[in-house]
């Protein structure tokens, strides 16, 4: 199975940026869906953003215009470009992948990363 670790995340303060990675151990050409999603303390995972093997995106209300997934397959590399950050953005940030049906929800993905940390000073 592919395996994934995510980097980039830090410490940056609000209205900053970062770009965070999830380099896979394989191809992920024939992945349907790659997401990102977050925990904060004390708060259940969410999906942040995911993206399918076609280029088409899918966002959380709370980061519409804010946050931009991409994957580059030939990199077998998935991506969350994140501007404009906000303090409620601190969370571990998480890539995994799922296979559908019912790639909206969480609990659908696999594989998971082990994670990486962004903290937004206000």
């Known amino acids: 199975q592919v395996q994934l670790v995510e980097s980039g995340g830090g410490l940056v303060q609000a209205g900053g940026s970062l770009r965070l990675s999830c380099a896979a151990s394989?191809?992920?050409?024939?992945?349907?869906?790659m997401g990102w999603h977050r925990q904060a303390p004390g708060k259940q995972r969410e999906l942040v953003a995911f993206i399918t093997s076609g280029g088409t995106t899918n966002y959380a209300d709370s980061v519409k215009g804010r946050f931009t997934i991409s994957r580059d397959n030939a990199r077998n590399t998935a991506y969350l470009q994140m501007n404009n950050l906000k303090p409620e953005d601190t969370a571990v940030y998480y890539c995994?992948?799922?296979?559908?049906?019912?790639?909206?929800?969480?609990?659908?993905?696999?594989?998971w990363g082990q994670g990486t940390q962004v903290t937004v000073s206000s």
């Open positions: 394989g191809s992920i050409f024939s992945i349907p869906v």
């Open positions: 995994a992948y799922c296979s559908g049906p019912g790639c909206l929800r969480t609990s659908r993905y696999t594989n």
